[in-house]
């Protein structure tokens, strides 16, 4: 329909205190306590690792997972992402293991990676997020601090293909997060030198 125009994205900025130092203490602990199930330390990773909402981790599914040999791809954009050794064995184990509470369905036949209690359905937005806040994730604030650290550290285009996200929802947060791409790219040239040609010491 060539008369309707999209609706203009609103976006308030980070929800809450950006805090790094949470964001990497809670994903060594979920990569390393093997008491909490594998679906919610999986769910909370992709959060707050790759600032994937509830509503996109609620409808991943198998096909959007692809194991060859050692190596485990996830989409949740156009471009699929390489998950580190110790995400992709998790995310391995889920696929092999993943049942919901409903008694008909199998592994074999529901496609959600994250099933849920009725029959072909997947754990429900407000269910994922009730896990993740059980297990101490906070999932506004901690995806603020994942797309803030990111967007720092990656140009927009690349942020939005990997993470599924609307262009320029990816520009505003490189905006928010001071992760001018240019700037990033002198200042790691900048670095580069400084290592090969070292300035005297006083």
């Known amino acids: 329909m060539p ?5 203009a994205l609103r976006w308030t ?9 949470k964001r990497w203490a809670d994903a060594r602990r979920l990569l390393n306590d093997d008491t909490l199930p594998t679906a919610d330390r999986v769910a909370g990773l992709l959060l707050i690792l790759y600032a994937q909402k509830i509503s996109t981790i609620s409808r991943l599914t198998v096909d959007d997972v692809v194991i060859t040999g050692d190596t ?13 050794s110790p995400l992709a064995a998790l995310v391995r184990e889920l696929v092999a293991t993943r049942r919901g509470k409903a008694k008909i369905g199998t592994p074999d036949d529901v496609p959600w990676l994250f099933p849920g209690g009725q029959p072909g359905r997947p754990l429900s937005d407000s269910q994922i ?6 297990i101490g994730i906070r999932p506004q604030q901690d995806r603020s601090t994942a797309l803030f650290t990111l967007a720092a550290e990656l140009p927009a285009a690349i942020l939005a293909r990997m993470l599924g996200i609307h262009i320029q929802v990816a520009v505003q947060w490189q905006k928010a997060s001071a992760g001018d ?3 990033y790219a002198a200042d790691v040239a ?4 400084d290592q090969h040609h070292p300035k005297a010491q006083p």
């Not at 485990?72 to 580190?84: H, K, M, N, Q």
């Not at 997020?129 to 059980?134: F, S």
């Open 13 to 21: 900025g980070p929800q809450g205190t950006i805090d790094s130092e």
């Open 72 to 84: 485990v791809v996830i989409a949740f954009g156009t471009s699929p992402v390489t998950l580190p």
């Open 181 to 183: 791409w240019a700037a």
């Open 129 to 134: 997020g009730m896990r993740l806040h059980k």
């Open 3 to 7: 008369t309707v125009s999209p609706a």
């Open 190 to 193: 900048q670095r580069t030198h």
